[in-house]
């Protein structure tokens, strides 16, 4: 395989680097739902917390409780098909380079 130049085109980060990596961390290590978000699985289906962005103040986090399949169906839109990666895997932190580093 023919070696890639590649050609990078890079800007100062707005907020520093600090904010950059803070980014990345949040983005490399994410999953589609936290185990702490998790409140229940029983007959009924999944329950689970989440963020209302329309509601202010305590009242912002709810729990939902989806049957078992829905619940499947949407952690499974987070799952790429096959052949895809996220575009996270990339760069820096990617498998192929992180030998190397």
């Given at each position: 395989?023919?070696?890639?130049?590649?050609?990078?085109?890079?800007?100062?980060?707005?907020?520093?680097?600090?904010?950059?990596?803070?980014?990345?961390?949040?983005?490399?290590?994410?999953?589609?739902?936290?185990?702490?978000?998790?409140?229940?699985?029983?007959?009924?289906?999944?329950?689970?917390?989440?963020?209302d962005y329309r509601a202010?103040?305590?009242?912002?986090?709810?729990?939902?409780?989806?049957?078992?399949?829905?619940?499947?169906?949407?952690?499974?839109?987070?799952?790429?098909?096959?052949?895809?990666?996220?575009?996270?895997?990339?760069?820096?932190?990617?498998?192929?380079?992180?030998?190397?580093?």
């Open positions: 395989m023919p070696q890639t130049d590649w050609v990078l085109c890079a800007k100062r980060p707005f907020a520093g680097l600090e904010d950059v990596l803070t980014y990345l961390s949040r983005c490399t290590h994410r999953v589609a739902i936290a185990n702490s978000r998790l409140i229940a699985v029983d007959e009924p289906g999944v329950t689970f917390q989440f963020k202010k103040g305590r009242c912002r986090y709810k729990p939902m409780t989806p049957p078992a399949e829905e619940f499947m169906r949407r952690f499974l839109l987070h799952v790429p098909p096959p052949g895809f990666h996220r575009i996270y895997h990339y760069g820096l932190l990617a498998n192929a380079t992180r030998s190397t580093i």
